[in-house]
């Protein structure tokens, strides 16, 4: 007789990798703009969760958050932003089972002179994970950036 049945199958719907990016823009310290939206994990970024869950974890993890100029669709090939403007995540937090958020802000002394038309989460060696287009946020020392980026599993 053989041994108990193993686990089933999951099925790739389960399995949904998926992001979700909270933007709040504030200018000269007034809440101008607030949104909450979906977002593509990209296949540098799966790869990079694959190297992870392997054990390969040298400048795998996400340490930074990016902006960019770039206003071509999100698609799964995407590999970088456009003019890109980086800086360090804040607080890593796990707000829930099967997630993590990454909280991040521009202040008013960063990022001035381009338009912010696209938002991505960077691993350690600036491997593109996630990857969000938007409308333009022209950029200047009155205006700050602030939110979270989570991902769920």
């Known amino acids: 007789q053989h041994g108990a049945p193993g686990p089933p199958m999951i099925d790739n719907e389960t399995m949904d990798l998926r992001g979700e990016l909270s933007v709040r823009v504030f200018e000269d310290g007034r809440l101008v703009e607030e949104w ?15 190297s992870l869950l392997a054990g390969v974890t040298a400048n795998k993890s996400i340490t930074k958050i990016g902006f960019g100029t770039g206003t071509g669709a999100a698609a799964q090939a995407d590999t970088a932003l456009t003019g890109l403007v980086s800086k360090a995540i804040g607080t890593i937090t796990y707000p829930e089972t099967g997630s993590v958020q990454f909280a991040w802000s521009l202040e008013t002394s960063e990022g001035n002179g381009i338009t912010i038309s696209e938002f991505g989460l960077l691993t350690a060696d600036n491997t593109l994970f996630a990857r969000k287009v938007r409308g333009g946020i022209a950029k200047t020392s009155d205006i700050r950036l602030e939110g979270y980026w989570k991902i769920l599993f």
């Not at 909450?36 to 694959?50: H, M, P, S």
């Open 36 to 50: 909450v939206d979906r977002n593509l994990i990209v296949n540098t970024g799966r790869n990079a969760l694959a």
